[in-house]
């Protein structure tokens, strides 16, 4: 057993062997390569940069080559150049001597053109002279038109106003005045139906014992207002002249009692009935100003109809007196209007 064990190792070791004679070779053969490869890359280096050498030689003679064709160029245009100058010269001599003729007849011609020039300037100044004379007659022909013109459309247009205005005159006239009968007409029919329905009202309100008792009542108001201010006037009166009667001298004190009684009453009584008699005055000048129409008209005549006709309706809801009713009615109205007249009055100022 120890042999064959002896043996195998034997033959692993020689196998090891030989594999490491294997890889040593391979080794060789690898630096080997290596080296030639690093041969061939310095070659190839050493290549490239003869190669690039040349290319610039070759690029330095190329630029030498184009530059001498181009001076090869220029040399031929040059002989070119020269050969069209001869050329040329020759032709601005003949160009020369034929300008020289065209000069010599262009002056003949200027010349001939001045001589005829100054002849028509001669003739045309005689035309202008005569041309002006005729301009100043026409002027005056044109000024004494102008002014017979002006004149006869003076008077044309002077008939023409007069007669306008005559037109105008009448034709306003005409209007005006029928405007005046149409509103006489109609006003006319206006108040008629006014003063039949006031007519047919006031009867059936005379007739009406509720309107009747209402008129009765409202004068014994009024009278009894009248008799209570005035008593107590005359207290006021009274009492005022009291301060009199306190003066220790009884003529004085007589004289001065009736005096300061009689001034008193004078003066609330005048100064009330003044006041009453203003107010009332400015009311009526107010209202026959602004409100005397025909829509006072009507709403009079429709205040006293409602009193009339609706008078027991009116007294079965509201104990008021109609007369005094319809006379706070129409006063609202009057108020109300006047009210929308200031207004209007002041959104125009």
């Known amino acids: 057993m120890n042999g064959l064990n002896g043996s195998k190792e034997d033959e692993i070791f020689s196998i090891l062997e030989e594999t490491q004679d294997q890889l040593e070779q391979l080794q060789n053969e690898y630096d080997q390569l290596k080296a030639e490869d690093l041969k061939t890359q310095e070659e190839i280096s050493r290549l490239s940069s003869e190669n690039s050498i040349l290319r610039n030689k070759?690029?330095?003679?190329?630029?030498?080559?184009?530059?001498?064709?181009?001076?090869?160029?220029?040399?031929?245009?040059?002989?070119?150049?020269?050969?069209?100058?001869?050329?040329?010269?020759?032709?601005?001599?003949?160009?020369?001597?034929?300008?020289?003729?065209?000069?010599?007849?262009?002056?003949?011609?200027v010349a001939a053109a001045k001589n005829n020039a100054t002849e028509?300037?001669?003739?045309?100044?005689?035309?202008?002279?005569?041309?002006?004379?005729?301009?100043?007659?026409?002027?005056?022909?044109?000024?004494?038109?102008?002014?017979?013109?002006?004149?006869?459309?003076?008077?044309?247009?002077?008939?023409?106003?007069?007669?306008?205005?005559?037109?105008?005159?009448?034709?306003?006239?005409?209007?005006?005045?029928?405007?005046?009968?149409?509103t006489a007409g109609y006003r006319g029919i206006l108040v008629l139906s006014v003063l039949y329905g006031l007519i047919s009202t006031l009867i059936m309100a005379a007739r009406n014992d509720t309107i009747i008792h209402d008129t009765i009542e409202m004068v014994e108001w009024i009278v009894s207002g009248v008799s209570t201010v005035s008593e107590r006037i005359i207290d006021v009166g009274?009492?005022?002249?009291?301060?009199?009667?306190?003066?220790?001298?009884?003529?004085?004190?007589?004289i001065a009692h009736w005096f300061?009684?009689?001034?008193?009453?004078?003066?609330?009584?005048?100064?009330?009935?003044?006041?009453?008699?203003?107010?009332?005055?400015?009311?009526?000048?107010?209202?026959?100003?602004?409100?005397?129409?025909?829509?006072?008209?009507?709403?009079?005549?429709?205040?006293?109809?409602?009193?009339?006709?609706?008078?027991?309706?009116?007294?079965?809801?509201?104990?008021?007196?109609?007369?005094?009713?319809m006379i706070l009615l129409f006063m609202i109205y009057s108020v109300v209007r006047g009210m929308i007249y200031m207004n209007n009055s002041l959104k125009v100022h």
Not at 238 to 254: F, L, R, Y
Not at 266 to 279: D, E, N, P, Q, Y
Not at 288 to 296: L, V
């Open 238 to 254: 009274k009492i005022t002249s009291g301060i009199g009667d306190q003066i220790p001298q009884p003529v004085v004190a007589i």
């Open 120 to 182: 028509a300037i001669a003739a045309l100044s005689i035309r202008e002279r005569n041309v002006s004379l005729r301009e100043d007659r026409i002027c005056n022909l044109e000024r004494n038109l102008d002014a017979e013109v002006d004149s006869l459309a003076e008077a044309k247009i002077r008939d023409r106003e007069k007669k306008m205005n005559a037109y105008y005159v009448a034709s306003v006239k005409s209007v005006y005045s029928k405007y005046d009968r149409m």
């Open 58 to 109: 070759l690029q330095q003679k190329s630029e030498t080559i184009v530059s001498l064709n181009e001076k090869i160029g220029t040399l031929q245009e040059s002989d070119k150049v020269i050969d069209e100058n001869l050329n040329l010269r020759k032709k601005n001599a003949k160009l020369q001597e034929a300008s020289r003729k065209l000069q010599k007849e262009c002056e003949a011609e």
């Open 260 to 325: 300061l009684m009689i001034t008193v009453i004078s003066v609330l009584a005048g100064g009330s009935i003044v006041l009453i008699a203003v107010a009332l005055i400015k009311y009526i000048l107010f209202f026959k100003e602004h409100q005397t129409d025909e829509i006072s008209a009507f709403t009079g005549l429709f205040t006293l109809a409602v009193g009339v006709f609706a008078g027991d309706i009116i007294r079965s809801v509201l104990p008021v007196n109609l007369i005094t009713f």
